[in-house]
């Protein structure tokens, strides 16, 4: 295979890709949703204004944000998606106006025909756009007008305490007095009119909403565009098109055959360096995280039938769902993500041979900043949601509120310094390997390109201030979560494991080259742009729908082969008797495969499609293919390059293959349970409530706190007592390598002296 060849192509998908996601930027800046200067009425009456919808905007993020129900589909699944809840309360307002006024009884009462009538009233009213771009005024009828003080007298004393609301707060786990301000509580209503304005009126010249006709809302005709359709059907005549193709390429390409396995393990008489023996600290801190998530996983699924408590012990006033649900969320990012930047720190020197001057001191600074940014953004976000915090102080050290980059602007500026500074003590470590010949060069390169990558990338991050639009926002937003977490930081493992690989003999370098750089192409051919399917319905103009749409298709393709990955990688776990000591480390990579196919591809491709994304989006089918892919391929991926850490720190007798076993087991096991027993069910319970009645409905207390969704609920608890114990387990093995006195000091080389890479 022609390396050469595969990087001018890489160098072309790359250039070519971020070309158009800038392009995409672009229009969306100039599309999004206008904010008005002021919103009247018919007498000239001033609603609200552009700054009382901007400090709604901020005083919602105060509180948690997108962990407290969701905006535009984006966020948590026990509070109402508020874009949807206001558009159908105003609606229904608007209508019992109109019954009573006009025909002198409740709206539901009427007739067919005069229902039918006031809806095609209502249609008129409520998706006409009346926003005048002069004066950047929008002006509503008296009625409208009407119905909207209604719709937001619900909303101030929803976020108060007022006594009448209780049970729904506690059906949205919401706490009593969440927001004490009344100021903060008008503006958050009037931020929840403007993104409901947006999902329900006709862009200027068009028929189709700003947020293209989402959410599903039959009072309106908020339906499905035709736009939606066809790229919904394009997209899968592409996957099938293009799985096809890949499924050729493979059969054609001639393999080499398989590397005859050394006689002993390469690594057995590695002796750790003392910058690597540092790295033993972050990996005992990945599973401290990894246990403190899994518990705060717990806690947040119990929010979703006992809004206020945990098992009868009031607890939403201390810690409350946006809390835990934050806590969860971010976690799961940061125990994965320093499973990943310590394995960087530790391959470097293996692979080089080069023990940088005071690579030691870096390490552990790193450690440490890393700690003071986590602990100090959780207690940020606590301090925030309990409205201790000003606005502005809050955006800085409290809570964002943006789903995963919640951490305050403060914390966001240490944790990209601290990419920083990993990205330096990585490169000094990496350098000498880089710069001589070596037959791993292209797999070298793209693992410091993608190190590069993973620190830079991260500055998305700051593209948005206090006062973006929203639309914009998540424009960038999702920069980090798919771009940074699900493109860069993948790449970089894929190059971690396949120099793994080679370096314990199992696959030559020369095909590991091809199959890096291959592999880089097709999944960021796909990747980048891919990005688009978390655009759909953010306010952005319809391209993003077409190009989404057919990008994800090809994100699920690659996913095909995914088998034949699997077995190759169970294969190198008996290719000679000493690799047993790698055993559960390549199991886990092997499940990684698994997770991919499903939770990626299976369930990726359920939720990615416009026509299947416009009645789910924001439902528990996200949650489904959000655990299965987050912690089933990278979780998976980081656990095993963890335990490939281990392996080379511990002392060898201390290693408890027995523990590793039930830790694989009951890991995927228990996660195989939470999706199929509940998540998935409550997906498709919610989705059909979703499509006949509206997203309004899917999202209710009807529906969330029916008797079957509460007992779905608690058929999460067996699997998560099945994960627990295998998080458990994971740290008893720890322990236990702690216990034995590892990190490994030297014994068969001098001290400091890494095992060079070829």
């Known amino acids: 295979m022609n390396t050469k060849r595969l990087w001018l192509i890489l160098a072309l998908v790359m250039a070519a890709s971020f070309t158009v996601l800038g392009l995409m930027g672009r229009e969306i800046y100039r599309q999004a949703p206008p904010i008005p200067t002021q919103v009247v009425d018919a007498s000239g009456t001033v609603l609200m204004s552009r700054d009382d919808i901007q400090k709604g905007q901020l005083a919602y993020q105060s509180m948690g944000g997108q962990q407290v129900g969701s905006i535009w589909g984006h966020g948590g699944y026990v509070a109402?998606?508020?874009?949807?809840?206001?558009?159908?309360?105003e609606s229904m307002a608007l209508l019992e106006i109109w019954a009573q006024r006009d025909f002198g009884r409740a709206y539901d009462i009427l007739s067919a025909e005069r229902q039918a009538s006031l809806k095609a009233r209502l249609k008129a009213e409520m998706r006409t756009n009346t926003y005048d771009p002069g004066a950047g005024v929008i002006k509503v009828s008296a009625d409208r007008a009407a119905a909207m003080a209604q719709v937001k007298a619900h909303y101030v004393a929803l976020l108060g305490d007022d006594p009448a609301l209780k049970s729904l707060r506690e059906d949205y786990a919401i706490a009593d007095g969440a927001m004490p301000d009344a100021g903060r509580r008008n503006a958050v209503a009037d931020f929840y009119w403007w993104i409901s304005w947006a999902a329900g009126t006709n862009r200027p010249g068009d028929t189709v909403t700003y947020t293209?006709?989402?959410?599903?809302?039959?009072?309106?005709?908020?339906?499905?565009?035709?736009?939606?359709?066809?790229?919904?059907?394009?997209?899968?005549?592409?996957?099938?098109?293009?799985?096809?193709?890949l499924v050729w390429w493979h059969a054609k390409t001639k393999t080499e055959d398989h590397a005859k396995a050394p006689e002993a393990d390469p690594l057995f008489s590695l002796t750790p360096t003392p910058s690597q023996r540092a790295v033993f600290k972050y990996l005992l801190t990945v599973i401290g995280l990894f246990l403190l998530q899994v518990g705060l996983g717990a806690v947040t699924a119990h929010y979703a039938v006992e809004g206020h408590d945990f098992y009868g012990i009031e607890i939403s006033k201390i810690i409350p769902y946006?809390?835990?649900?934050?806590?969860?969320?971010?976690?799961?990012v940061f125990w994965i993500a320093t499973a990943w930047l310590a394995t960087g720190l530790y391959v470097a020197p293996m692979v080089s041979g080069h023990e940088p001057k005071f690579q030691r001191l870096g390490v552990n600074l790193l450690w440490a900043a890393l700690v003071f940014v986590v602990l100090g953004s959780m207690a940020g976000e606590w301090l925030g949601v309990q409205q201790i915090f000003d606005l502005d102080t809050n955006w800085w050290f409290g809570h964002q509120g943006w789903?995963?980059?919640?951490l305050g602007r403060f914390w966001q500026t240490l944790l990209f310094v601290g990419l920083l500074l990993w990205l330096v003590l990585v490169t000094r470590a990496l350098w000498p390997a880089l710069r001589k010949p070596s037959e791993s060069k292209p797999v070298l390169a793209i693992l410091f390109l993608s190190?590069?990558?993973?620190?830079?990338?991260?500055?998305?991050?700051?593209?948005?201030?206090?006062?973006?639009?929203?639309?914009?926002?998540?424009?960038?937003?999702w920069w980090i979560v798919h771009l940074w977490v699900e493109g860069f930081f993948e790449v970089f493992a894929t190059a971690v494991i396949s120099l793994l690989m080679v370096k314990l003999g199992l696959v030559r370098a020369r095909t590991a080259n091809g199959a890096v750089v291959f592999g880089t192409i097709v999944f960021m051919f796909g990747g980048v742009l891919g990005t688009a399917h978390h655009w759909y319905f953010a306010g952005t103009p319809v391209s993003v729908i077409a190009i989404g749409a057919m990008f994800s298709a090809l994100e699920v393709a690659p996913l095909a082969l995914i088998g034949a990955e699997a077995f190759e990688t169970y294969r190198h776990g008996k290719a000679a008797p000493w690799v047993s000591a790698y055993r559960w480390p390549i199991m886990f990579f092997v499940a990684v495969a698994f997770w991919n196919l499903l939770g990626a591809g299976v369930f990726g491709f359920m939720i990615n499609p416009p026509i299947s994304l416009y009645y789910i989006q924001g439902l528990n089918t996200t949650a489904t293919h959000a655990h299965s892919a987050l912690f089933g391929v990278y979780g998976m991926l980081g656990i095993g390059l963890l335990l490939f850490c281990f392996r080379g720190l511990a002392r060898r007798e201390a290693w408890n293959d027995h523990l590793l076993g039930w830790t694989f087991w009951l890991l995927n096991i228990g996660l195989a349970m939470m999706v199929f027993m509940s998540l998935l069910p409550m997906g498709v319970v919610q989705a059909l409530a979703s499509i006949e009645h509206g997203?309004?409905?899917?999202?209710?207390?009807?529906?969330?706190?029916?008797?079957?969704?509460?007992?779905?609920?608690?058929?999460?608890?067996?699997?998560?007592?099945?994960?627990?114990?295998?998080?458990?387990?994971?740290?008893?093995?720890?322990?236990k390598l702690v216990l034995s006195g590892s990190n490994r000091q030297p014994t068969s080389q001098a001290a400091g002296s890494p095992v060079a890479a070829e």
């Open 403 to 406: 789903e995963y980059i919640d």
């Open 451 to 477: 190190t590069v990558a993973i620190a830079l990338f991260y500055a998305a991050g700051f593209m948005w201030g206090k006062h973006s639009h929203i639309s914009v926002m998540e424009y960038w937003r």
């Open 322 to 332: 946006a809390i835990t649900r934050t806590w969860h969320t971010q976690l799961a």
């Open 212 to 245: 293209s006709n989402w959410p599903h809302e039959p009072l309106i005709d908020n339906v499905p565009t035709s736009a939606n359709l066809v790229w919904s059907v394009a997209s899968v005549i592409l996957l099938i098109f293009a799985v096809g193709g």
């Open 80 to 89: 109402p998606d508020w874009s949807a809840d206001q558009l159908h309360r």
């Open 695 to 735: 997203t309004w409905f899917a999202r209710s207390p009807a529906v969330i706190h029916s008797p079957l969704v509460e007992l779905l609920v608690w058929l999460r608890v067996p699997g998560d007592i099945v994960f627990g114990a295998g998080a458990l387990t994971l740290a008893a093995f720890a322990a």
